[in-house]
Nanobody, 125 residues
C-alpha cells in the first residue's frame, strides 16, 4: 500500500525556517506531479507549490521568493524548504502526488491520487 508520509513541521519564530519532507512508503508508483497544499483554521485548502518529474515548478504568489520545492524522482520524495516564515504561514501542510504526466502543473486537487496525513506548521513568537 502506497502512502505519503510527511515530517519536518513544528513551531518556529517569525523569520525562521523549516523544511518539510514527504516520503513515499510502498513501491510500484512514480509521480508525474507532486505538490504541497496548506489549510489554515477557518480557511480553504490552498496550493503552495507544485513540481513535475521533469523539474518544472510553480509557486503561489504568497510564497514566491521564500519557499523552494524540490523532488527526488528516484525516491518519490518531495521537499519544501520554507524560509522567512510569517505568522500567516501557520497552517497544516499536506503533500500530494499524481501518478499521471500532465501537460501543465496547474491541476486540480482532485487529480492527485495520494495525500499525506498533514503536518502542522506554526509561526509565532
Amino acid at each position: 500500500q502506497v502512502q505519503l508520509v510527511e515530517s519536518g513541521g513544528g513551531l518556529v519564530q517569525p523569520g525562521g525556517s523549516l523544511r518539510l519532507s514527504c516520503v513515499t512508503s510502498g513501491s510500484g508508483v512514480s509521480f508525474g506531479v507532486m505538490a504541497w497544499y496548506r489549510q489554515a483554521p477557518g480557511k480553504q485548502r490552498e496550493v503552495v507549490a507544485r513540481i513535475s518529474s521533469g523539474g518544472l515548478k510553480d509557486y503561489a504568489d504568497f510564497v514566491k521568493g521564500r519557499f523552494t520545492i524540490s523532488m527526488d524522482n528516484a525516491k518519490n520524495t518531495a521537499l519544501l524548504q520554507m524560509d522567512s516564515l510569517e505568522p500567516e504561514d501557520t497552517a497544516v501542510y499536506y503533500c500530494a502526488g499524481s501518478t499521471r504526466r500532465w501537460p501543465s502543473l496547474r491541476i486540480r486537487a482532485s487529480h492527485y491520487d495520494y495525500w499525506g496525513q498533514g503536518n502542522q506548521v506554526t509561526v509565532s513568537s
